[in-house]
């Protein structure tokens, strides 16, 4: 038995979701919510936290490493936090709490509650609520997201939006991926296969829930699970294209994130930029209208952009890149062949993606490398050859723009970053601690005319030829 159909064989049923739920989804009513606490019985009392962080699961199951990740960053690196479990309902055999049983052995974990929630009034629970808030990371569990879309709306999806205003995170697995998303495939009338998709992009089956979740820098996106396995690259691209048709992004573009089973979880920082662990992701971009999208007639849509995440690599949501992807299109409900995979587009002229590696020597402000011309977003690469290597870039900004800078550091070493003026001074610096620690920082000129700075890339422990990849954009 999978784990999906663990969570659905035992769940009772909940009132309707964002649309009238379907007689399949009704079931006899069973108890009321349940508790279960493994660690402190007191939760953690602090004035601040570091997040946002997110963990977007490919399955139901706690990835430790993007789990660990999440909690680090939240807690700053010191101290103790709290976990809540969202689940519509308990596994049939084993352990009733499975992603509380992983949470706990990980470092920086004060407690983990699961909450079992079988009714739709169960949203309004007090102590629900009370743990929710109390919590500094929300786990949702991997089911049926038709479940979790009937709390729109409630105190519990308030609850949840606090955990993040305060500075800590949301995430989930499979359906509890799917919730993530400001647009929720909610499968409230049934799943859809890829075939199935592409043969009436308006099928029955497909059914979105809007307006509930909208986490920082993840705008327009629609989340989906068990990508590769289950071969869901063509659902995705169907639902990219319907959320284009029905007006439901800004901007005329949607953006689908596939995230694979089996310990694939995509984690993403509190700057927007995502990290894959485990397994693969595909983030699949659709930037006009769908050429053929209507009731009974099959999908016809040219050019989805998508980029292949493997493990260790990275995507800025908060600056989405303009290349790197390779493109794929569907014509009558047929997709071309090697969905997931391809040459990934390298020259996307003057609208962003170009790249700058660093040329040695760089080690000074008068050997920095340029980047003035790189277009933005562009991308800037080297490595810390040395526990005293430093690298330079020089950038030239004008009255009023603003310089972002969001680095990805391999878990070779720990490098901080510095923003300097034309003398050398410092004006702004990320050193986050720990090898692989990712680095950003901003910087907005506001006196008159323009002048050259320097980011200097330091070496603060360790060394090594994997790179670094930074992410600049100017605005």
């Not at 989405?320 to 587009?345: E, I």
């Not at 969001?406 to 050193?431: H, I, K, N, Q």
């Not at 980011?455 to 100017?474: D, I, M, Q, R």
């Amino acid at each position: 038995m999978t784990y999906r159909h663990a969570r659905k064989a035992a769940y009772a049923a909940v009132a309707l979701c964002a649309l009238a739920l379907p007689l399949a989804h009704q079931q006899p009513a069973q108890a009321a919510a349940n508790r279960v606490r493994l660690g402190s019985a007191s939760d953690v009392s602090r004035a601040s936290w570091n997040g946002p962080a997110f963990t977007m699961n490919g399955a139901g199951a706690v990835v430790p490493a993007s789990m660990s990740r999440a909690i680090d960053d939240i807690r700053g690196g010191t101290g103790s936090l709290d976990v809540v479990v969202l689940a519509g309902s308990a596994p049939t055999s084993g352990s009733k709490t499975p992603e509380c049983d992983t949470v706990m052995t990980l470092a920086g974990v004060n407690s983990c509650t699961t909450w079992t929630l079988t009714a739709a009034a169960d949203a309004t629970n007090s102590q629900v609520n009370t743990d929710v808030r109390n919590a500094e990371f929300v786990y949702f569990a991997g089911g049926d997201q038709c479940r979790y879309a009937a709390w729109k709306g409630t105190p519990l999806e308030a609850s949840v939006e606090s955990v993040v205003a305060k500075g800590g995170g949301s995430g989930g697995g499979s359906a509890g991926h799917h919730i993530n998303s400001p647009i929720v495939y909610d499968a409230c009338n049934g799943s859809v296969t890829s075939a199935e998709a592409l043969a009436n992009p308006y099928d029955r089956t497909i059914t979105f829930t809007t307006g509930m979740f909208q986490w920082p820098d993840y705008a327009n996106v629609i989340n989906d699970s068990h990508f590769v396995t289950r071969d869901r690259m063509g659902r995705t691209m169907t639902f990219v294209a319907r959320a284009i048709k029905d007006g439901l992004t800004t901007g005329g573009a949607a953006w689908g994130v596939g995230v694979e089973e089996g310990g694939g979880s995509l984690f993403i920082d509190r700057n927007g930029l995502g990290t894959e662990y485990g397994k693969d992701a595909y983030v699949v971009l659709g930037d006009h209208q769908p050429e053929q999208a209507t009731d009974r007639t099959s999908l016809t849509y040219s050019d989805f952009k998508i980029w292949h995440l493997t493990p260790g690599t990275t995507f800025d949501f908060r600056n989405r890149p303009t290349c790197g992807y390779y493109l794929r299109s569907v014509t009558a409900g047929v997709p071309d062949a090697n969905l997931y995979d391809g040459t990934p587009v390298t020259n996307c002229g003057q609208s962003g993606g170009g790249s700058l590696a660093e040329t040695e020597p760089n080690d000074t402000r008068d050997t920095a490398d340029d980047a003035t011309a790189l277009p933005s977003p562009g991308t800037i690469t080297g490595d810390m050859k040395s526990t005293s290597d430093r690298d330079y870039f020089k950038v030239t900004l004008a009255s009023g723009q603003t310089a972002s800078l969001t680095c990805a550091v391999p878990s070779a070493y720990d490098m901080d970053l510095y923003w300097l003026d034309s003398t050398g001074s410092t004006l702004e610096r990320s050193v986050n601690d720990g090898p692989g620690t990712d680095e950003s920082l901003t910087f907005t000129r506001t006196a008159s005319g323009t002048d050259t700075y320097y980011v200097e890339a330091e070496a603060f422990s360790g060394s090594g030829s994997s790179p670094y990849t930074c992410t600049l954009t100017k605005s």
